[in-house]
């Protein structure tokens, strides 16, 4: 009988296993050859050993295989293959042999114990008897290795400047042109100090981290590396633009959580940060005679910022058709759903009923007139293409009558947004609760509660409250003199007076 390569005899008779390590595993093992004493100067005997150490060395080192290389030490597979294999050491199987009349031999294992079973089923999958009824009896699964990942999707290779000029080319359909214009210019930035030959999937998160640090040591406060970080690692940025046009690999985005704002900072924005007015104030904005200067378009556009909290880009996109009636209650409904709308997030999606103090000052009879003249927005000034977005006009237009007005006031940061501002802080003085404040303004509660299980509250929930204790936005009171406003805020009003080019007429119609 041919002895297997595996088994070596010493001088003294004793039979040895050798088992040589596969190539792929010599840096892990830290060895070519494994040797193992067999204890028997009986080849047979040592055979059945062999057979069962081979086995159980192959699946050791099927199991090294499936390991992360990087992280297995040569201690770990040690341990692997010495639990593999001692059980193997521990208990030897005995042959028994018995000749016949005829000559003929016949040989069989003795088995005495568990060990000897155990021994003995693992000789027969060694040598390919494998019996799965047998197996599924035993409780023993055959090793199976896991199979292979799919491979990662390949990569399109771009080099930076063709990559910064396809991704500005996405968005300037859907942006606004000072938008994409800072867009244009935090790409630019990445471009330039990376090298436009730079291939953009070789970019790592240390390149960016650099970037950041380059702009912070040139003078870029926080707010500004915020923005480009926005820009170029936010939703909607560069890489993300990136990862889904198949340029970078998925998963983490290099160009995000690099900058964010300290405590100090945060106190800092929220002290400089624009300031609500006051009731005083509000009244001497929206007194009859300061209102008198600012256009008629400009006047409704304050009122329903006044009265809202919406935005001067909500308020300036609004067309007619956003003017609704819901459970009897007239409405506005800022969307994004007509032309050139858009909302900041998916919370600015909202219904928010008119004020009785807009509807007091003649806002439906307003909204009326405008759709007679057979206009489709409310504001047909508002251009859609304005470089700074279609509230710009009614921004600049409160900032002047603003200008004339807080000649004397305390120094500080104030505008249209201002009015946003004094909405929510005197719905919180008022009583009314935070839910029903962020879903009058379109603001998100940081709350997973709040997100996942709250309702959306009625529109007559909204004006008049969830209770005796909840109010809602009709709670909103400043005291204006409403019967002095009332004719400065008809359609006559707009009429050009003699001696006086008129500023309230809207552009002609199309035909």
């Not at 001692?86 to 003929?104: E, I, M, P, W």
């Not at 244009?184 to 970019?203: P, S, W």
């Not at 001497?284 to 001067?312: D, K, Q």
Request: aromatic fraction near 6%; charged fraction near 25%; proline fraction near 6%.
């Amino acid at each position: 009988m041919r002895i297997p390569h595996h088994l070596t005899r010493s001088a003294t008779g004793l039979w040895s296993f050798r088992q040589r390590v596969p190539t792929d595993l010599h840096a892990v093992l830290g060895r070519r050859i494994i040797k193992r004493s067999l204890r028997t100067h009986d080849l047979r005997h040592a055979q059945a050993q062999a057979l069962a150490l081979m086995a159980r060395y192959a699946h050791a080192f099927a199991m090294a295989r499936d390991l992360p290389m990087d992280r297995i030490s040569k201690k770990d597979v040690d341990a692997l293959i010495e639990g593999l294999t001692k059980s193997a050491n521990r208990q030897d199987l005995t042959v028994l042999r018995t000749k016949a009349a005829d000559g003929t031999i016949e040989e069989r294992w003795q088995i005495d114990n568990d060990n000897d079973l155990r021994l003995f089923q693992q000789l027969q999958r060694s040598s390919g008897s494998i019996d799965p009824l047998q197996d599924a009896v035993d409780g023993i699964a055959p090793y199976q290795r896991p199979a292979p990942a799919p491979p990662a999707p390949a990569i399109a290779a771009i080099n930076l400047a063709d990559a910064r000029d396809a991704w500005l080319a996405t968005l300037k359909a859907s942006t606004l042109p000072k938008t994409w214009t800072i867009k244009k210019t935090a790409v630019e930035a990445l471009t330039r100090f990376l090298g436009e030959k730079t291939k953009l999937h070789t970019v790592t998160r240390t390149d960016l981290a650099r970037w950041y640090q380059h702009m912070r040591e040139a003078g870029a406060s926080t707010p500004t590396l915020t923005n480009k970080q926005s820009y170029i690692g936010g939703k909607g940025g560069f890489f993300e633009w990136a990862q889904a046009s198949g340029h970078f690999p998925r998963g983490d985005n290099p160009a995000s959580g690099h900058v964010t704002y300290s405590t100090r900072e945060k106190r800092s924005r929220r002290k400089h940060g624009f300031k609500a007015y006051d009731t005083q104030q509000v009244q001497a904005l929206f007194a009859p005679a300061a209102l008198e200067g600012l256009p008629l378009a400009a006047r409704w556009a304050s009122l329903i910022g006044l009265y809202t909290g919406a935005r001067a880009s909500e308020v300036g996109q609004l067309l007619i058709v956003d003017v609704v009636h819901e459970d009897h209650l007239p409405c506005i409904r800022i969307s994004d759903e007509g032309e050139h709308q858009k909302v900041k997030t998916e919370v600015s999606l909202r219904t928010v009923p008119v004020h009785p103090h807009l509807i007091e000052l003649g806002f439906l009879a307003w909204v009326q007139g405008q759709r007679d003249a057979g206009y489709d927005r409310l504001f047909p000034a508002a251009k859609a293409s304005a470089k700074n977005g279609q509230g710009n006009w009614i921004t600049k237009a409160f900032g002047r009558h603003l200008e004339g007005v807080a000649k004397h006031w305390p120094k500080a940061k104030r505008g249209f947004h201002s009015l946003r501002k004094t909405v929510i802080q005197n719905l919180q003085g008022s009583g009314v609760a935070s839910e029903l404040r962020a879903q009058l303004v379109g603001h998100e509660l940081d709350d997973e509660h709040h997100t996942t299980y709250s309702r959306e509250f009625t529109v007559r929930e909204k004006l008049e409250g969830i209770g005796a204790h909840s109010p809602g936005l009709a709670a909103l009171a400043y005291g204006l003199n409403l019967p002095a406003l009332r004719p400065l805020l008809s359609l006559d009003a707009s009429a050009p007076r003699p001696g006086r080019k008129s500023k309230n007429l809207p552009p002609a119609r199309m035909p």
